[in-house]
């Protein structure tokens, strides 16, 4: 797993690890899941930006989760995400993996693509070009204690004595639970396919961000 001391990351290797799925859990920082010791996984710091340690690390490998992103990358986060996703389809080029999980955004129509957008449309494109089979889980906003979207609507609702929220907030999105998206990483691990592979993963309810922080805390504001 590529990405595995990010929020999704650290609960799917909690979860994998539960049902007794062996784990090799990689990240530039892998202290923390270091720690918990937990059983059947295997945690490994990573640099992405030095290539050179990709074929070793995916020796053996079945099937890689690619849950990484730049958006805390500062700077061009765009060609951040484009130079590693293309260090890892090179990687895969050689290696045994025979399926990749990639968690990916729900798009938007070009003209309204943002640079986070864009990032992930590039990243799921490199991944198919490794010829190995792709499955792009594309999700919504993921609800769930920690996540980031969660924290800044908490924040919004809890720190500002008068919000004048930003025009986004009226964007319409289909939020979808944490518990549930960890369902379908798992499933995914359990219906391979060797063909590229979309799926979208959100809940029933479109709702704006406004509405969403009023259904999760019940205050109007």
């Known amino acids: 797993m590529l990405g595995a001391s990010g929020y999704i990351g650290q609960h799917l290797v909690r979860e994998l690890s539960a049902r007794g799925y062996p784990v090799l859990a990689a990240a530039r920082h892998i202290d923390r899941l270091q720690k918990l010791a937990l059983p059947g996984v295997t945690c490994r710091s990573v640099d992405l930006n030095q290539p050179q340690d990709?074929?070793?690390?995916?020796?053996?490998?079945?099937?890689?989760?690619?849950?990484?992103?730049?958006?805390g990358e500062g700077?061009?986060?765009?060609?951040?995400?484009?130079?590693?996703?293309t260090y890892v389809r090179d990687a895969l080029r050689q290696s045994s993996v025979r399926q990749v999980?990639?968690?990916?955004?729900?798009q938007a129509p070009a003209q309204e693509q943002s640079d986070h957008l864009r990032a992930r449309?590039?990243?799921?494109?490199?991944?198919?070009?490794?010829?190995?089979p792709v499955?792009?889980?594309?999700?919504?906003?993921?609800?769930?204690?920690?996540?980031?979207?969660?924290?800044?609507?908490?924040?919004?609702?809890?720190?500002?004595p008068v919000l004048t929220p930003p025009r986004w907030v009226r964007s319409r999105t289909t939020p979808v639970a944490l518990e549930n998206l960890l369902v379908d990483l798992v499933e995914l691990l359990n219906h391979p396919s060797d063909m590229h592979r979309v799926f979208e993963a959100a809940g029933p309810e479109v709702l704006s961000y406004q509405q969403a922080v009023h259904s999760l805390y019940g205050r109007q504001r």
Do not use: C, K, W
């Open 121 to 132: 449309q590039i990243t799921g494109d490199l991944l198919r070009e490794s010829g190995v």
């Open 135 to 160: 499955t792009e889980l594309r999700a919504g906003i993921i609800v769930g204690a920690g996540s980031a979207a969660f924290e800044v609507m908490r924040d919004m609702v809890y720190n500002l």
């Open 101 to 106: 999980i990639f968690l990916s955004s729900l």
């Open 54 to 71: 990709l074929p070793a690390l995916l020796t053996g490998i079945d099937t890689l989760y690619y849950l990484v992103h730049g958006m």
């Open 75 to 85: 700077g061009d986060f765009i060609a951040h995400e484009r130079r590693v996703a």
